[in-house]
């Protein structure tokens, strides 16, 4: 899904740059490295709300999320992704 019209980012494209990132990525980074919020800004809301996302995730940003902890009955271990979950589009 695109996240950002002006600058044709999609929603993957953001969650690739939190899972290459060693340190916490902040919607500066989205805007010098991927020009996300650079001209109208309407895209801040939906960025900002996958970063938040991917700082709950337990899982693997890009290939899905699933809260931290798990679902109720389902555990979250390394590389799991939680089927219905903030799937990566
Ligand atoms: S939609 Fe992202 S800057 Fe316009």
Redesign the pocket.
Known sequence: MIV????AVRERQIRELVAQSDSRVRMRDLREQLG????????ARRARGILRDCADCAGDPVAGHAPAGGFAGIPVTAGTTAAGACAAT
């Open positions: 950002c019209v002006c600058n996300v919020c650079g001209d109208c800004g309407k895209c």
